[in-house]
Protein backbone atom coordinates (compact mmCIF):
# COMPACT_ATOMS: atom_id res chain seq x y z
CA UNK A 1 0.00 0.00 0.00
CA UNK A 2 2.79 2.37 1.07
CA UNK A 3 3.43 3.97 -1.86
CA UNK A 4 0.61 2.78 -4.63
CA UNK A 5 -2.48 5.48 -4.74
CA UNK A 6 -5.55 4.92 -3.28
CA UNK A 7 -8.57 2.93 -4.96
CA UNK A 8 -11.46 4.56 -4.69
CA UNK A 9 -15.36 4.35 -5.51
CA UNK A 10 -16.32 6.41 -8.14
CA UNK A 11 -17.38 8.71 -5.44
CA UNK A 12 -14.55 8.60 -3.67
CA UNK A 13 -14.84 6.72 -0.93
CA UNK A 14 -11.52 4.35 -0.22
CA UNK A 15 -12.32 0.82 -1.40
CA UNK A 16 -11.67 -1.70 1.20
CA UNK A 17 -11.23 -4.93 -0.73
CA UNK A 18 -11.37 -5.33 -4.60
CA UNK A 19 -11.07 -9.35 -4.03
CA UNK A 20 -13.06 -10.28 -1.22
CA UNK A 21 -16.95 -9.70 -1.21
CA UNK A 22 -18.98 -9.15 1.55
CA UNK A 23 -20.61 -12.09 2.89
CA UNK A 24 -22.71 -13.94 5.66
CA UNK A 25 -20.71 -16.94 6.52
CA UNK A 26 -17.50 -18.07 4.14
CA UNK A 27 -19.58 -18.82 1.27
CA UNK A 28 -22.76 -16.06 1.38
CA UNK A 29 -24.99 -15.17 0.38
CA UNK A 30 -23.47 -11.43 -0.49
CA UNK A 31 -24.74 -8.37 1.15
CA UNK A 32 -27.06 -6.19 -0.52
CA UNK A 33 -24.77 -3.76 1.38
CA UNK A 34 -21.74 -4.41 -1.03
CA UNK A 35 -22.64 -1.57 -2.82
CA UNK A 36 -18.73 -1.28 -3.81
CA UNK A 37 -18.92 -4.60 -5.81
CA UNK A 38 -22.63 -3.81 -7.30
CA UNK A 39 -21.05 -0.36 -8.10
CA UNK A 40 -17.56 -2.76 -10.23
CA UNK A 41 -20.59 -5.16 -11.56
CA UNK A 42 -23.09 -2.38 -12.51
CA UNK A 43 -20.06 -0.05 -14.49
CA UNK A 44 -19.14 -3.49 -16.26
CA UNK A 45 -22.33 -3.60 -17.47
CA UNK A 46 -22.65 -0.06 -19.13
CA UNK A 47 -18.95 -0.49 -20.84
CA UNK A 48 -20.75 -0.49 -24.44
CA UNK A 49 -22.22 1.99 -26.17
CA UNK A 50 -23.77 1.32 -29.67
CA UNK A 51 -21.46 1.14 -32.82
CA UNK A 52 -21.79 3.42 -35.38
CA UNK A 53 -24.40 1.86 -37.44
CA UNK A 54 -22.02 2.35 -40.22
CA UNK A 55 -18.30 2.68 -40.27
CA UNK A 56 -18.10 0.43 -37.02
CA UNK A 57 -15.00 -1.01 -37.78
CA UNK A 58 -12.08 1.94 -37.06
CA UNK A 59 -8.80 2.84 -36.70
CA UNK A 60 -7.68 6.45 -35.33
CA UNK A 61 -4.44 8.70 -34.87
CA UNK A 62 -3.61 11.92 -34.22
CA UNK A 63 -1.43 14.35 -35.86
CA UNK A 64 -0.85 18.05 -37.71
CA UNK A 65 -2.07 19.67 -40.71
CA UNK A 66 0.30 21.74 -41.96
CA UNK A 67 -0.26 24.87 -44.66
CA UNK A 68 2.58 24.40 -47.50
CA UNK A 69 0.92 26.66 -50.16
CA UNK A 70 -1.23 29.62 -49.98
CA UNK A 71 -4.81 29.44 -51.19
CA UNK A 72 -6.27 32.33 -49.17
CA UNK A 73 -7.37 33.59 -52.85
CA UNK A 74 -9.99 30.22 -52.27
CA UNK A 75 -10.69 30.46 -48.74
CA UNK A 76 -10.23 32.66 -45.68
CA UNK A 77 -10.49 29.67 -43.62
CA UNK A 78 -8.36 30.73 -40.33
CA UNK A 79 -6.49 27.26 -40.76
CA UNK A 80 -5.55 28.17 -44.51
CA UNK A 81 -4.52 31.68 -43.70
CA UNK A 82 -0.55 31.60 -44.00
CA UNK A 83 2.50 29.11 -45.01
CA UNK A 84 3.65 27.05 -42.28
CA UNK A 85 0.78 27.34 -39.98
CA UNK A 86 0.16 24.10 -38.58
CA UNK A 87 -3.46 22.84 -36.83
CA UNK A 88 -4.00 19.51 -34.71
CA UNK A 89 -5.82 17.13 -36.43
CA UNK A 90 -7.75 13.76 -35.11
CA UNK A 91 -8.03 10.95 -38.12
CA UNK A 92 -10.40 8.02 -38.24
CA UNK A 93 -10.54 5.48 -40.38
CA UNK A 94 -13.01 2.81 -40.81
CA UNK A 95 -14.89 0.24 -43.73
CA UNK A 96 -18.28 -0.10 -43.77
CA UNK A 97 -20.01 -3.25 -44.01
CA UNK A 98 -18.63 -4.68 -41.44
CA UNK A 99 -18.92 -4.73 -37.53
CA UNK A 100 -17.11 -3.50 -34.87
CA UNK A 101 -15.24 -6.69 -34.55
CA UNK A 102 -14.53 -7.32 -38.61
CA UNK A 103 -11.42 -8.04 -39.69
CA UNK A 104 -9.58 -5.07 -41.05
CA UNK A 105 -8.89 -6.71 -44.60
CA UNK A 106 -11.93 -7.01 -46.05
CA UNK A 107 -12.61 -5.30 -49.67
CA UNK A 108 -14.86 -2.42 -48.67
CA UNK A 109 -15.13 1.15 -48.88
CA UNK A 110 -12.43 3.10 -46.32
CA UNK A 111 -14.02 5.81 -44.26
CA UNK A 112 -11.44 8.58 -44.29
CA UNK A 113 -12.28 11.20 -41.22
CA UNK A 114 -10.14 13.95 -40.30
CA UNK A 115 -11.16 16.60 -37.57
CA UNK A 116 -9.27 20.03 -38.20
CA UNK A 117 -9.18 21.59 -34.68
CA UNK A 118 -8.79 24.91 -35.47
CA UNK A 119 -9.33 28.10 -33.84
CA UNK A 120 -12.32 28.77 -35.37
CA UNK A 121 -14.25 25.48 -34.39
CA UNK A 122 -13.70 21.95 -35.61
CA UNK A 123 -13.43 21.22 -39.69
CA UNK A 124 -14.56 17.53 -40.01
CA UNK A 125 -13.58 16.29 -43.77
CA UNK A 126 -15.72 13.13 -42.99
CA UNK A 127 -14.78 11.04 -46.83
CA UNK A 128 -13.77 7.89 -48.01
CA UNK A 129 -10.97 6.40 -50.00
CA UNK A 130 -12.97 7.03 -53.20
CA UNK A 131 -13.54 10.44 -54.81
CA UNK A 132 -17.14 8.95 -55.39
CA UNK A 133 -20.25 7.65 -54.07
CA UNK A 134 -22.82 4.24 -55.02
CA UNK A 135 -26.06 6.32 -54.84
CA UNK A 136 -27.12 10.36 -55.36
CA UNK A 137 -29.85 10.86 -53.49
CA UNK A 138 -30.01 10.25 -49.49
CA UNK A 139 -33.73 8.25 -49.86
CA UNK A 140 -31.69 5.43 -51.25
CA UNK A 141 -28.93 5.56 -48.39
CA UNK A 142 -30.67 3.86 -46.26
CA UNK A 143 -31.38 0.77 -47.97
CA UNK A 144 -27.82 0.77 -49.53
CA UNK A 145 -26.69 0.27 -46.47
CA UNK A 146 -29.03 -2.58 -45.58
CA UNK A 147 -27.91 -4.57 -48.58
CA UNK A 148 -24.26 -4.41 -47.04
CA UNK A 149 -25.52 -5.58 -43.83
CA UNK A 150 -26.36 -9.40 -42.90
CA UNK A 151 -29.59 -10.58 -43.86
CA UNK A 152 -32.81 -10.50 -41.49
CA UNK A 153 -33.65 -14.59 -41.44
CA UNK A 154 -29.89 -16.31 -42.78
CA UNK A 155 -28.23 -13.52 -40.35
CA UNK A 156 -25.54 -13.55 -43.09
CA UNK A 157 -23.60 -10.71 -45.38
CA UNK A 158 -25.71 -11.40 -49.08
CA UNK A 159 -24.20 -10.52 -52.85
CA UNK A 160 -27.69 -11.14 -53.90
CA UNK A 161 -29.05 -8.57 -51.97
CA UNK A 162 -26.34 -6.59 -52.82
CA UNK A 163 -25.82 -6.50 -56.77
CA UNK A 164 -30.06 -6.51 -57.15
CA UNK A 165 -29.78 -3.21 -55.38
CA UNK A 166 -26.86 -2.15 -57.79
CA UNK A 167 -28.74 -3.56 -60.74
CA UNK A 168 -31.22 -1.16 -59.98
CA UNK A 169 -28.97 1.67 -59.90
CA UNK A 170 -26.95 2.29 -62.81
CA UNK A 171 -25.33 5.31 -60.94
CA UNK A 172 -23.75 2.60 -58.38
CA UNK A 173 -21.41 1.14 -61.45
CA UNK A 174 -18.62 3.54 -60.85
CA UNK A 175 -18.25 3.32 -57.22
CA UNK A 176 -18.78 -0.71 -57.63
CA UNK A 177 -16.12 -0.75 -60.30
CA UNK A 178 -13.48 1.19 -58.14
CA UNK A 179 -14.38 -1.38 -55.02
CA UNK A 180 -13.82 -4.07 -57.14
CA UNK A 181 -10.86 -3.01 -59.02
CA UNK A 182 -7.36 -3.11 -56.92
CA UNK A 183 -8.02 -0.32 -55.00
CA UNK A 184 -10.77 -2.38 -52.89
CA UNK A 185 -8.71 -3.28 -50.52
CA UNK A 186 -5.59 -1.20 -49.30
CA UNK A 187 -3.15 -2.68 -47.38
CA UNK A 188 -3.70 -0.17 -44.35
CA UNK A 189 -4.44 3.47 -44.15
CA UNK A 190 -1.60 4.97 -44.58
CA UNK A 191 -1.33 3.52 -48.51
CA UNK A 192 -4.34 4.74 -49.28
CA UNK A 193 -6.03 8.03 -50.53
CA UNK A 194 -8.61 10.45 -49.05
CA UNK A 195 -11.39 12.20 -50.58
CA UNK A 196 -13.88 14.35 -49.16
CA UNK A 197 -16.07 12.78 -52.62
CA UNK A 198 -18.86 15.43 -52.42
CA UNK A 199 -18.41 19.05 -53.85
CA UNK A 200 -18.01 22.06 -51.02
CA UNK A 201 -17.75 25.35 -51.06
CA UNK A 202 -14.93 27.82 -50.58
CA UNK A 203 -15.12 31.27 -49.70
CA UNK A 204 -12.29 34.14 -49.84
CA UNK A 205 -12.17 37.37 -47.69
CA UNK A 206 -14.02 39.28 -50.86
CA UNK A 207 -17.04 37.00 -50.56
CA UNK A 208 -16.35 35.19 -53.33
CA UNK A 209 -17.65 31.41 -53.66
CA UNK A 210 -15.97 28.66 -55.65
CA UNK A 211 -16.74 24.95 -55.08
CA UNK A 212 -14.21 22.50 -54.31
CA UNK A 213 -13.39 18.94 -53.93
CA UNK A 214 -10.80 17.32 -51.41
CA UNK A 215 -7.93 14.94 -51.97
CA UNK A 216 -5.46 13.73 -49.53
CA UNK A 217 -2.85 11.65 -51.76
CA UNK A 218 -1.15 9.63 -49.87
CA UNK A 219 2.61 10.00 -49.55
CA UNK A 220 3.68 6.22 -48.87
CA UNK A 221 1.96 5.22 -52.00
CA UNK A 222 -0.98 3.10 -53.23
CA UNK A 223 -0.58 -0.62 -51.83
CA UNK A 224 -3.15 -2.82 -51.93
CA UNK A 225 -4.26 -7.12 -50.90
CA UNK A 226 -5.98 -9.41 -53.99
CA UNK A 227 -8.16 -11.57 -52.41
CA UNK A 228 -6.26 -14.35 -52.15
CA UNK A 229 -3.64 -11.79 -49.92
CA UNK A 230 -6.00 -10.71 -47.82
CA UNK A 231 -7.48 -13.71 -47.31
CA UNK A 232 -4.21 -15.65 -46.51
CA UNK A 233 -3.81 -12.59 -43.80
CA UNK A 234 -6.78 -12.48 -42.02
CA UNK A 235 -5.84 -16.37 -41.42
CA UNK A 236 -3.13 -14.80 -39.56
CA UNK A 237 -4.84 -11.75 -38.26
CA UNK A 238 -7.87 -9.75 -38.31
CA UNK A 239 -6.06 -6.77 -37.01
CA UNK A 240 -3.45 -5.99 -39.74
CA UNK A 241 -4.57 -2.33 -40.05
CA UNK A 242 -4.44 -1.43 -36.23
CA UNK A 243 -1.11 -3.40 -35.89
CA UNK A 244 0.21 -1.65 -39.02
CA UNK A 245 -0.65 1.73 -37.98
CA UNK A 246 0.24 1.54 -34.32
CA UNK A 247 3.16 0.16 -35.29
CA UNK A 248 4.29 2.55 -37.78
CA UNK A 249 3.11 5.62 -35.96
CA UNK A 250 5.19 3.95 -32.70
CA UNK A 251 8.39 3.59 -34.73
CA UNK A 252 8.43 7.14 -35.80
CA UNK A 253 7.33 6.10 -39.56
CA UNK A 254 4.94 8.40 -39.72
CA UNK A 255 1.87 8.31 -42.48
CA UNK A 256 1.51 11.32 -44.60
CA UNK A 257 -0.84 12.98 -47.45
CA UNK A 258 -0.70 15.64 -49.37
CA UNK A 259 -3.52 17.47 -49.23
CA UNK A 260 -5.00 19.19 -52.83
CA UNK A 261 -8.49 20.70 -53.94
CA UNK A 262 -10.24 20.93 -56.94
CA UNK A 263 -11.57 24.18 -57.80
CA UNK A 264 -14.63 25.19 -59.94
CA UNK A 265 -15.47 29.18 -60.30
CA UNK A 266 -19.18 29.24 -59.17
CA UNK A 267 -20.73 30.52 -62.12
CA UNK A 268 -19.31 27.88 -64.40
CA UNK A 269 -21.56 24.99 -62.47
CA UNK A 270 -24.20 25.15 -65.00
CA UNK A 271 -21.96 24.81 -68.11
CA UNK A 272 -20.85 21.66 -67.01
CA UNK A 273 -21.77 18.72 -69.44
CA UNK A 274 -21.58 16.59 -66.26
CA UNK A 275 -23.57 17.48 -63.16
CA UNK A 276 -20.85 18.99 -60.99
CA UNK A 277 -23.44 18.29 -57.69
CA UNK A 278 -23.85 15.01 -58.78
CA UNK A 279 -21.64 12.50 -55.76
CA UNK A 280 -21.49 9.58 -58.73
CA UNK A 281 -19.31 11.74 -61.14
CA UNK A 282 -15.33 12.91 -60.83
CA UNK A 283 -14.03 16.46 -61.85
CA UNK A 284 -11.60 15.87 -64.79
CA UNK A 285 -8.32 16.77 -63.33
CA UNK A 286 -7.78 17.94 -67.28
CA UNK A 287 -10.34 20.76 -66.59
CA UNK A 288 -9.88 21.24 -62.87
CA UNK A 289 -6.33 20.55 -61.69
CA UNK A 290 -5.33 19.68 -58.11
CA UNK A 291 -3.85 22.65 -56.23
CA UNK A 292 -1.76 22.19 -53.76
CA UNK A 293 -2.63 23.37 -49.99
CA UNK A 294 -0.73 21.08 -47.77
CA UNK A 295 0.27 18.07 -45.39
CA UNK A 296 -1.30 15.87 -43.05
CA UNK A 297 0.90 13.92 -40.85
CA UNK A 298 -0.51 11.55 -38.49
CA UNK A 299 2.33 10.69 -35.39
CA UNK A 300 0.71 10.27 -32.08
CA UNK A 301 -1.07 7.24 -31.25
CA UNK A 302 -4.09 8.13 -28.86
CA UNK A 303 -3.55 7.30 -25.34
CA UNK A 304 -7.14 5.49 -24.74
CA UNK A 305 -8.75 4.22 -27.67
CA UNK A 306 -12.34 4.61 -26.74
CA UNK A 307 -11.69 7.94 -25.36
CA UNK A 308 -10.40 9.04 -28.44
CA UNK A 309 -11.49 6.77 -31.37
CA UNK A 310 -14.74 5.25 -30.71
CA UNK A 311 -15.93 8.95 -28.86
CA UNK A 312 -14.76 10.33 -31.86
CA UNK A 313 -17.93 12.42 -33.80
CA UNK A 314 -17.36 13.42 -37.18
CA UNK A 315 -19.81 15.48 -38.86
CA UNK A 316 -20.02 16.84 -42.41
CA UNK A 317 -22.19 19.71 -40.36
CA UNK A 318 -18.92 20.81 -38.66
CA UNK A 319 -17.50 23.38 -41.18
CA UNK A 320 -15.53 26.83 -40.35
CA UNK A 321 -16.03 30.27 -41.75
CA UNK A 322 -14.79 30.13 -45.38
CA UNK A 323 -15.44 26.17 -46.19
CA UNK A 324 -19.09 25.36 -46.30
CA UNK A 325 -21.65 22.98 -48.38
CA UNK A 326 -22.76 22.77 -51.77
CA UNK A 327 -26.50 22.12 -53.37
CA UNK A 328 -25.40 18.26 -53.77
CA UNK A 329 -28.26 16.42 -52.12
CA UNK A 330 -26.40 13.95 -50.74
CA UNK A 331 -24.33 16.31 -48.99
CA UNK A 332 -27.57 17.93 -47.91
CA UNK A 333 -28.55 14.71 -45.63
CA UNK A 334 -25.73 14.24 -44.34
CA UNK A 335 -25.60 17.73 -42.51
CA UNK A 336 -28.66 16.21 -40.78
CA UNK A 337 -27.61 13.06 -39.85
CA UNK A 338 -24.27 12.72 -38.27
CA UNK A 339 -24.78 15.18 -35.33
CA UNK A 340 -28.33 12.96 -34.78
CA UNK A 341 -26.21 9.69 -35.08
CA UNK A 342 -24.00 10.98 -32.55
CA UNK A 343 -26.41 12.37 -29.93
CA UNK A 344 -28.38 8.86 -29.79
CA UNK A 345 -24.66 6.91 -29.82
CA UNK A 346 -22.79 9.29 -27.76
CA UNK A 347 -25.37 11.47 -26.23
CA UNK A 348 -26.47 15.06 -26.26
CA UNK A 349 -23.40 17.09 -25.36
CA UNK A 350 -20.66 14.47 -27.01
CA UNK A 351 -19.15 17.65 -28.68
CA UNK A 352 -17.76 18.45 -25.02
CA UNK A 353 -15.94 15.14 -25.26
CA UNK A 354 -12.04 14.82 -24.91
CA UNK A 355 -12.36 13.57 -28.61
CA UNK A 356 -14.32 16.18 -30.22
CA UNK A 357 -13.83 19.40 -27.67
CA UNK A 358 -12.47 22.43 -29.75
CA UNK A 359 -9.48 22.54 -29.00
CA UNK A 360 -9.79 26.51 -29.04
CA UNK A 361 -12.21 25.86 -26.00
CA UNK A 362 -12.21 29.21 -24.57
CA UNK A 363 -14.21 30.40 -27.49
CA UNK A 364 -17.16 27.91 -27.19
CA UNK A 365 -19.81 29.64 -25.95
CA UNK A 366 -22.80 28.44 -26.52
CA UNK A 367 -26.10 28.61 -24.52
CA UNK A 368 -27.20 25.26 -24.83
CA UNK A 369 -27.42 24.17 -20.60
CA UNK A 370 -28.35 21.03 -19.42
CA UNK A 371 -29.61 17.46 -20.03
CA UNK A 372 -27.75 13.93 -19.30
CA UNK A 373 -23.81 14.33 -18.31
CA UNK A 374 -23.63 18.18 -18.98
CA UNK A 375 -20.20 18.41 -16.84
CA UNK A 376 -19.42 21.94 -18.46
CA UNK A 377 -19.72 25.25 -16.46
CA UNK A 378 -20.65 27.77 -19.66
CA UNK A 379 -22.35 30.89 -17.40
CA UNK A 380 -19.27 33.07 -19.31
CA UNK A 381 -18.94 33.85 -15.84
CA UNK A 382 -21.96 35.60 -15.34
CA UNK A 383 -24.92 33.67 -14.32
CA UNK A 384 -27.34 35.86 -14.89
CA UNK A 385 -26.53 35.53 -19.24
CA UNK A 386 -28.45 32.28 -19.52
CA UNK A 387 -30.11 33.62 -22.70
CA UNK A 388 -29.91 35.79 -25.33
CA UNK A 389 -29.99 38.16 -26.49
CA UNK A 390 -29.55 39.86 -22.42
CA UNK A 391 -28.19 43.01 -20.56
CA UNK A 392 -24.59 41.15 -19.14
CA UNK A 393 -22.45 41.12 -22.37
CA UNK A 394 -23.05 37.53 -23.06
CA UNK A 395 -21.88 35.87 -26.26
CA UNK A 396 -23.65 37.25 -29.12
CA UNK A 397 -23.48 36.01 -32.68
CA UNK A 398 -21.39 37.20 -35.14
CA UNK A 399 -22.60 38.31 -38.53
CA UNK A 400 -19.55 39.37 -40.09
CA UNK A 401 -18.60 35.34 -39.99
CA UNK A 402 -21.74 34.72 -42.73
CA UNK A 403 -21.78 33.05 -45.98
CA UNK A 404 -21.95 35.20 -49.04
CA UNK A 405 -25.33 34.60 -50.18
CA UNK A 406 -26.09 31.92 -52.81
CA UNK A 407 -28.91 32.35 -55.73
CA UNK A 408 -31.34 29.66 -55.62
CA UNK A 409 -33.86 28.75 -58.13
CA UNK A 410 -36.20 26.33 -59.58
CA UNK A 411 -39.32 24.27 -58.76
CA UNK A 412 -39.62 22.65 -55.28
CA UNK A 413 -39.75 19.02 -56.85
CA UNK A 414 -38.87 15.35 -56.89
CA UNK A 415 -36.70 15.28 -59.77
CA UNK A 416 -36.13 11.74 -61.61
CA UNK A 417 -33.50 10.72 -63.12
CA UNK A 418 -33.95 7.11 -64.79
CA UNK A 419 -31.49 5.47 -67.23
CA UNK A 420 -29.30 8.55 -67.54
CA UNK A 421 -26.65 7.36 -70.25
CA UNK A 422 -24.23 9.91 -68.32
CA UNK A 423 -24.01 7.30 -65.54
CA UNK A 424 -21.86 4.98 -68.07
CA UNK A 425 -19.36 7.58 -69.37
CA UNK A 426 -17.04 7.80 -66.50
CA UNK A 427 -16.87 4.38 -65.75
CA UNK A 428 -16.26 3.75 -69.05
CA UNK A 429 -13.43 6.19 -69.09
CA UNK A 430 -12.50 4.39 -66.07
CA UNK A 431 -12.48 0.63 -67.26
CA UNK A 432 -11.02 1.60 -70.74
CA UNK A 433 -8.78 4.59 -70.27
CA UNK A 434 -7.14 4.04 -66.78
CA UNK A 435 -7.04 0.48 -65.89
CA UNK A 436 -4.55 -1.98 -67.98
CA UNK A 437 -5.64 -5.38 -69.53
CA UNK A 438 -3.96 -7.03 -66.20
CA UNK A 439 -6.02 -4.87 -63.91
CA UNK A 440 -9.45 -5.42 -66.05
CA UNK A 441 -8.68 -9.00 -65.68
CA UNK A 442 -8.43 -8.88 -61.82
CA UNK A 443 -11.88 -6.48 -61.70
CA UNK A 444 -13.80 -9.10 -63.40
CA UNK A 445 -12.17 -11.53 -61.54
CA UNK A 446 -12.87 -9.93 -58.23
CA UNK A 447 -16.35 -9.11 -59.25
CA UNK A 448 -17.28 -12.84 -60.41
CA UNK A 449 -16.14 -13.79 -56.79
CA UNK A 450 -18.14 -11.09 -55.14
CA UNK A 451 -20.86 -12.52 -56.84
CA UNK A 452 -20.58 -15.99 -57.11
CA UNK A 453 -23.32 -16.66 -55.24
CA UNK A 454 -25.71 -14.69 -56.98
CA UNK A 455 -29.35 -15.87 -58.83
CA UNK A 456 -29.43 -15.76 -62.55
CA UNK A 457 -31.93 -12.97 -62.62
CA UNK A 458 -29.51 -10.32 -60.84
CA UNK A 459 -26.71 -11.88 -62.27
CA UNK A 460 -28.04 -11.21 -65.83
CA UNK A 461 -29.19 -7.86 -64.80
CA UNK A 462 -26.16 -6.77 -63.13
CA UNK A 463 -24.15 -7.85 -66.46
CA UNK A 464 -26.81 -6.00 -68.53
CA UNK A 465 -25.86 -2.71 -66.26
CA UNK A 466 -21.87 -3.77 -67.05
CA UNK A 467 -23.08 -4.29 -70.65
CA UNK A 468 -23.79 -0.24 -71.16
CA UNK A 469 -20.39 0.69 -69.68
CA UNK A 470 -18.67 -1.69 -71.98
CA UNK A 471 -19.34 -5.08 -73.67
CA UNK A 472 -15.90 -6.48 -72.77
CA UNK A 473 -16.75 -5.66 -68.76
CA UNK A 474 -19.61 -7.36 -68.79
CA UNK A 475 -17.79 -10.44 -70.97
CA UNK A 476 -15.00 -10.41 -68.91
CA UNK A 477 -16.83 -10.99 -65.44
CA UNK A 478 -19.40 -13.50 -67.22
CA UNK A 479 -16.28 -15.58 -68.37
CA UNK A 480 -14.53 -15.25 -64.97
CA UNK A 481 -18.13 -16.24 -63.55
CA UNK A 482 -18.15 -19.44 -65.38
CA UNK A 483 -14.43 -19.61 -64.13
CA UNK A 484 -15.16 -19.93 -60.72
CA UNK A 485 -17.95 -22.16 -61.62
CA UNK A 486 -15.78 -24.61 -63.37
CA UNK A 487 -13.31 -24.44 -60.60
CA UNK A 488 -16.29 -25.38 -57.85
CA UNK A 489 -17.60 -28.01 -60.62
CA UNK A 490 -14.24 -29.99 -60.67
CA UNK A 491 -13.46 -29.53 -56.87
CA UNK A 492 -16.98 -31.65 -56.81
CA UNK A 493 -15.84 -34.14 -58.91
CA UNK A 494 -12.28 -34.63 -57.27
CA UNK A 495 -14.16 -34.48 -53.63
CA UNK A 496 -16.61 -37.37 -54.51
CA UNK A 497 -14.08 -39.21 -56.16
CA UNK A 498 -12.20 -39.66 -53.14
CA UNK A 499 -15.50 -40.20 -50.96
CA UNK A 500 -15.72 -43.41 -53.85
CA UNK A 501 -12.71 -44.44 -53.47
CA UNK A 502 -13.04 -44.90 -49.26
C1 LIG B 1 -27.01 10.34 -47.31
C2 LIG B 1 -25.90 9.64 -47.24
C3 LIG B 1 -25.24 9.24 -45.95
C4 LIG B 1 -25.76 9.11 -44.72
C5 LIG B 1 -27.21 9.32 -44.27
C6 LIG B 1 -24.70 8.70 -43.83
C7 LIG B 1 -24.83 8.43 -42.49
C8 LIG B 1 -23.82 8.01 -41.64
C9 LIG B 1 -23.98 7.69 -40.26
C10 LIG B 1 -25.29 7.74 -39.49
C11 LIG B 1 -22.77 7.35 -39.78
C12 LIG B 1 -22.44 6.90 -38.37
C13 LIG B 1 -21.97 8.07 -37.55
C14 LIG B 1 -21.58 7.69 -36.14
O1 LIG B 1 -22.35 6.99 -35.49
O2 LIG B 1 -20.48 8.14 -35.68
C15 LIG B 1 -21.83 7.47 -40.85
C16 LIG B 1 -20.48 7.26 -40.75
C17 LIG B 1 -19.58 7.60 -41.73
N1 LIG B 1 -19.87 8.01 -43.01
FE1 LIG B 1 -21.68 8.29 -43.78
N2 LIG B 1 -23.54 8.60 -44.55
C18 LIG B 1 -23.83 8.93 -45.85
C19 LIG B 1 -22.94 8.97 -46.92
C20 LIG B 1 -21.58 8.99 -46.76
C21 LIG B 1 -20.64 9.38 -47.78
C22 LIG B 1 -21.01 9.82 -49.17
C23 LIG B 1 -19.39 9.30 -47.21
C24 LIG B 1 -18.05 9.64 -47.79
C25 LIG B 1 -17.88 10.49 -48.77
C26 LIG B 1 -19.55 8.86 -45.85
C27 LIG B 1 -18.54 8.67 -44.95
C28 LIG B 1 -18.70 8.26 -43.66
C29 LIG B 1 -17.60 8.01 -42.75
C30 LIG B 1 -16.12 8.18 -43.06
C31 LIG B 1 -18.15 7.60 -41.55
C32 LIG B 1 -17.39 7.20 -40.29
C33 LIG B 1 -17.01 8.43 -39.50
C34 LIG B 1 -16.13 8.03 -38.35
O3 LIG B 1 -14.96 7.67 -38.61
O4 LIG B 1 -16.60 8.05 -37.21
N3 LIG B 1 -20.89 8.67 -45.60
N4 LIG B 1 -22.49 7.85 -42.00
Known amino acids: MADKPRLTTTAGAPVVSNQYSQTAGRNGPILLQDYQL????????????????????????????????DISKYSCAALFSEVGKTTEVLARWSTVAGEAGAADAER????????????????DMVGNNTPIFFVRDAFKFPDFIRTQKRHPK?????????????????ESVHQVTILMSDRGIPVNPARMNGYGSHTFSMWNAEGVRHWVKFHFK?????????????????????????????????????????????????????????????????????????????????NRNPENYFQMVENAAYSPSNVVPGIGFSPDKMLQARIFSYADAHRY????????????????????????????????????????AYYEPNQYDGPVADFSKKEPPLRIDGDADRYV?????????????????????????????????????????????????????????????RQALKDASDVNAIAVTDDSAIEAAE
Not at 437 to 463: F, I
Request: negative net charge.
Open 345 to 384: RLGTHYEALPANAPKAAANVNHYHKDGPMRFFTNDFGNPD
Open 218 to 298: TQMGHKTYTNAEAEALIGKTRESYQEDLYNMIESGNFPKWTMYIQVMAEEDAAKQPFNPFDLTKVWPHSDFPLIEVGEVEM
Open 417 to 477: VEDADADYVQPRQLYLEVLDQDERNRLHHNMAAAMGPCSESVTERWLAVLERVHPDYAAGV
Open 154 to 170: TNLRSPEAMFDFWAAQP
Open 38 to 69: IEKLAHQNRERIPERVVHAKGWGAQGTFTVTH
Open 108 to 123: DVRGFSLKFFTEEGNW
